[in-house]
């Protein structure tokens, strides 16, 4: 299974944290773990699934000043956000966010736009909120 991340720049809370291990800790050996390579959730989420021995794709931003630069097995082209978003959405089976509020945000937020184009694109969704709470939603249907 591919596993698609995206994140807040702000980083993760502690709870987030743990929700996120806790999806992941679904995950096995053969499973692959998609992110953007960015500072903040992204640098996060990467130390968890290279601890739990994910082999790991990173997406770079073009912005290399917010680049996490993270060891990742494969490193693809780096590319704008939007195009980068797009490429690990459509990458995955999978998408796990963690947004930096409970409220989607339209705009200026990388995060929920990742979530409306999985909805779009039929993708299982794991949001898991700032204070922990997991929601998972099956092809745009919460459940």
Not at 32 to 49: K, S, Y
Not at 112 to 118: K, N
Request: proline share 3%; charged share 25%; with cysteine.
């Amino acid at each position: 299974m591919i596993i698609g991340f995206t994140g807040t720049r702000e980083g993760m809370t502690s709870a987030q944290g743990v929700g996120v291990a806790s999806v992941l800790g679904d995950a096995n050996e053969d499973d692959e773990f998609h992110f953007g390579d960015c500072i903040g959730a992204d640098a996060q989420a990467f130390e968890i699934a290279e601890m739990l021995g994910m082999f790991t794709v990173a997406h770079p931003p073009s912005n290399a000043s917010l680049r996490a630069n993270k060891r990742a097995h494969i490193v693809a082209p780096a590319q704008e956000y939007l195009a980068r978003n797009k490429s690990i959405v459509d990458a995955c089976d999978v998408l796990i966010a963690a947004p930096r509020s409970r409220v989607e945000e339209i705009r200026g937020s990388g995060t929920w736009w990742c979530v409306r184009y999985a909805r779009k694109r039929g993708k299982r969704i794991f949001i898991v909120y700032p204070d922990g709470k997991i929601e998972e939603e099956n092809n745009g249907e919460c459940s």
